[in-house]
């Protein structure tokens, strides 16, 4: 019988080419994972991967059964879920969430004290994940449910096996010192008042940073950067010393310290996150308790 995890693993080499990289990924040894695709090539009766340099390809007949890992783990779940389903319909299990971080800390933990009273025989498992790698975990069975946001109003490309459902839109506001001439505002700001700002941001390649730069990609005017800081407190914190200002995300937004004041923009970016899951496994009773909470958080 063929290891369904070492379909999973063959199918990690595909996308990251060397055991190292597919045993971090994974949470194994690299020996393990050599390990398993050699019992997987004895299983099959074929060769499926070839050394090329310090990376590891799939041969023709490797790549070819990487395409079925999807098909193979829908049908698994299919009848896990059959199963499951005819058990009084009682979450039980292990159930496995990836999400990105702003994700994890402001839809994903708020609801685990309630689940683990409503179901007390589910343990939740969670992983911090970039959208694409968390859809791909889906995909392949290393999870059960990814939160995922869109990239510059694109969203996160799925296969046809996997339902997104829209869980919650995100909204960016303005933080300003508390003696900062915007901190009047009753009405939503908009750019032209945002003119001489001096500004704290988040790192390029974040969302957040993306946002920023969306919102001056029609401006005539740079804007005057003056600190790049990962961490949203850390951020306030700068704010609120009166030097800058910053764009904070709503979602997992901690608490503004004294002297910082938030303000809703005129043209606010925003961003859609998605609660992704494998079509085959929507009779899991897991699965339905874990979306209802999440949907009942995030609205």
Not at 213 to 230: I, K, L, N, W, Y
């Amino acid at each position: 019988m063929i290891d369904v995890s070492a379909l999973q693993a063959l199918r990690a080499l595909a996308d990251l080419g060397t055991m190292n990289r597919v045993a971090d990924d994974l949470g194994y040894t690299a020996s393990a994972i050599s390990q398993k695709i050699k019992r997987l090539e004895t299983d099959v009766g074929v060769r499926l991967v070839s050394p090329a340099g310090r990376r590891v390809v799939l041969t023709a007949a490797g790549r070819a059964l990487v395409e079925t890992v999807p098909t193979v783990v829908n049908a698994l779940e299919q009848s896990v879920s059959a199963a499951r389903s005819a058990d009084a319909g009682v979450p039980r299990g292990t159930f496995r969430i990836v999400a990105f971080s702003t994700a994890v800390r402001g839809i994903v933990a708020p609801v685990l004290a309630r689940l683990a009273v409503d179901c007390p025989d589910l343990r939740v498992e969670i992983v911090e994940a970039d959208p694409v790698p968390a859809v791909y975990a889906v995909e392949s069975g290393g999870a059960d449910l990814a939160l995922v946001h869109d990239a510059d109003g694109v969203p996160t490309p799925v296969s046809a096996g996997v339902r997104p459902s829209l869980l919650h839109t995100d909204v960016g506001d303005l933080a300003v010192p508390a003696g900062h001439p915007l901190a009047a505002a009753t009405e939503p700001i908009d750019l032209a008042d945002l003119e001489g700002c001096r500004w704290v941001t988040s790192p390029p390649g974040t969302v957040c940073r993306q946002w920023f730069q969306r919102m001056f990609a029609g401006s005539a005017a740079e804007p005057d950067v003056v600190h790049t800081v990962d961490d949203f407190s850390t951020q306030m914190a700068l704010v609120a010393s009166g030097d800058v200002v910053a764009l904070i995300p709503r979602l997992a937004r901690p608490r503004p310290p004294a002297g910082v004041e938030l303000r809703p923009l005129a043209q606010a970016p925003r961003r859609i996150v998605h609660a992704v899951w494998r079509r085959s496994s929507e009779d899991d009773p897991a699965l339905r308790a874990v979306v209802t909470a999440l949907e009942a958080e995030a609205s």
